[in-house]
């Protein structure tokens, strides 16, 4: 009789994940493999988002990373970047904004060859004070 080797998914574009319950309900800590620290890359992996949705949002201008409006999508994030996917303007004051948010904790590359384990904090919906550089719904903003 024959055994079969179960696929450990390395060739799989999905990453594994493991979440680990934040002493906050509005956050997780999540735990992963990704193919590099491309923000593209870290969203999919932190909010599920597509390729074409985080394009959306960068040209849209709703991605900010420690507090900046990201200017190159292609960006590698490192340990304590904080990224943000901004909603839209607070219903409740617009002074503030509702986001996403993803911050780096760790990033571990045992050979250069190999996918990246990251570990994460993930909050899907905060509301923050705008930023320094604000962020403004554009005018016609068809969703």
Same mark, same amino acid.
């Given at each position: 009789?024959?055994?079969?080797?179960?696929?450990?998914?390395? !060739?799989?574009?999905?990453?594994?994940?493991?979440?680990? +319950?934040?002493?906050?309900?509005?956050?997780?800590?999540?735990?992963?493999?990704?193919?590099?620290? $491309? =923000?593209?890359?870290?969203?999919? *992996?932190?909010?599920?988002?597509?390729?074409?949705?985080? !394009?959306?949002? *960068?040209?849209?201008?709703? =991605?900010?990373?420690?507090?900046?409006?990201?200017?190159?999508?292609? !960006? +590698?994030?490192?340990?304590? !970047?904080?990224?943000?996917?901004?909603?839209?303007? #607070?219903?409740?004051? @617009?002074? *503030?904004?509702?986001?996403?948010?993803?911050?780096?904790?760790?990033?571990? $590359?045992?050979?250069?060859?190999?996918? =990246?384990?990251?570990?994460?904090?993930?909050?899907?919906?905060?509301?923050?004070? #705008?930023? @320094? +550089?604000?962020?403004?719904?554009? @005018?016609?903003?068809?969703?």
């Amino acid at each position: 009789m024959m055994a079969w080797a179960e696929s450990d998914g390395e !060739d799989s574009d999905t990453e594994s994940e493991d979440e680990e +319950q934040e002493t906050s309900p509005d956050s997780k800590i999540l735990k992963g493999n990704v193919k590099s620290t $491309r =923000i593209d890359a870290i969203l999919k *992996f932190g909010l599920g988002m597509s390729r074409n949705k985080v !394009d959306n949002a *960068f040209y849209s201008s709703k =991605i900010y990373v420690n507090g900046e409006k990201l200017l190159k999508k292609s !960006d +590698q994030l490192t340990v304590e !970047d904080e990224v943000d996917v901004v909603h839209n303007l #607070n219903a409740l004051n @617009a002074d *503030f904004l509702d986001i996403s948010r993803v911050e780096v904790l760790d990033v571990h $590359r045992s050979r250069p060859d190999e996918r =990246i384990a990251v570990k994460i904090r993930r909050a899907r919906r905060l509301t923050v004070q #705008n930023y @320094a +550089q604000p962020w403004k719904p554009a @005018a016609s903003a068809a969703e």
